[in-house]
T-cell receptor, first 115, second 114 residues
Framework: DAGVTQSPTHLIKTRGQQVTLRCSPKSGHDTVSWYQQALGQGPQFIFQYYEEEERQRGNFPDRFSGHQFPNYSSELNVNALLLGDSALYLC??????????????FGNGTRLTVT | QKEVEQDPGPLSVPEGAIVSLNCTYS??????FMWYRQYSRKGPELLMY????GNKEDGRFTAQVDKSSKYISLFIRDSQPSDSATYLCAMEPYGSGNTGKLIFGQGTTLQVKP
């Protein structure tokens, strides 16, 4: 049973560039959430996708955008990269609405370094 | 003030010790409580998930929730060197719909020495 998979595992970008991170949810899951984890901090919610729509967004600027595909996989795009965007980006999947008591399962993340 | 407070540690204990990890929170709307374990260079791994006050046990792990005090704990019995990791508490408000918006603590780094 495949868990959440993310690609790439590491990425180095220059300020001002754009980046796309990819996520495949755990088998059987249809909902994808993205989190940013700075060094020494807990993950912070970016947004969630369900039924190919953004359902809720955290306190992140519009430079952060996403997409969900019909096969439930998802992409996170970040434009105009800043040094402060350097972090571990985590994808988490779950099944259906949160009220169904479906806890999140995380991938191992993409380590983004902006120079 | 952060919604979820967690002592970052580090916490160092000898093998076999009982470990107590704690989080406090300020938002009374939080109803779902989770503990995740995160090894270095890995994603968080779900350990415990509960939505009610009281205790929940799973092997060497016990999660405790006290909603009246806005306080949650994770106890690890007979700690092992393989338990060395960062432990993250996470919470979600009831009725938030299909959001998946967890609020995490900062994480506590635990080292279990052989």
């Amino acid at each position: 049973d495949a868990g959440v998979t993310q690609s790439p595992t590491h990425l180095i970008k220059t300020r001002g560039q754009q980046v796309t991170l990819r996520c495949s949810p755990k088998s059987g899951h249809d909902t994808v959430s993205w989190y940013q984890q700075a060094l020494g901090q807990g993950p912070q919610f970016i947004f969630q996708y369900y039924e190919e729509e953004e359902r809720q967004r955290g306190n992140f600027p519009d430079r952060f955008s996403g997409h969900q595909f019909p096969n439930y996989s998802s992409e996170l795009n970040v434009n105009a990269l800043l040094l402060g965007d350097s972090a571990l980006y985590l994808c988490a999947s779950s099944l259906g609405p949160r009220g169904s008591n479906s806890p999140l399962h995380f991938g191992n993340g993409t380590r983004l370094t902006v120079t | 003030q952060k919604e979820v407070e967690q002592d970052p540690g580090p916490l160092s204990v000898p093998e076999g010790a009982i470990v107590s990890l704690n989080c406090t929170y300020s938002n009374s709307a939080f109803q779902y409580f989770m503990w995740y374990r995160q090894y270095s260079r890995k994603g968080p791994e779900l350990l415990m998930y509960t939505y009610s006050s009281g205790n929940k046990e799973d092997g060497r792990f016990t999660a405790q929730v006290d909603k009246s005090s806005k306080y949650i704990s994770l106890f690890i019995r007979d700690s092992q060197p393989s338990d060395s990791a960062t432990y993250l508490c996470a919470m979600e408000p009831y009725g938030s719909g299909n959001t998946g918006k967890l609020i995490f603590g900062q994480g506590t780094t635990l080292q279990v020495k052989p």
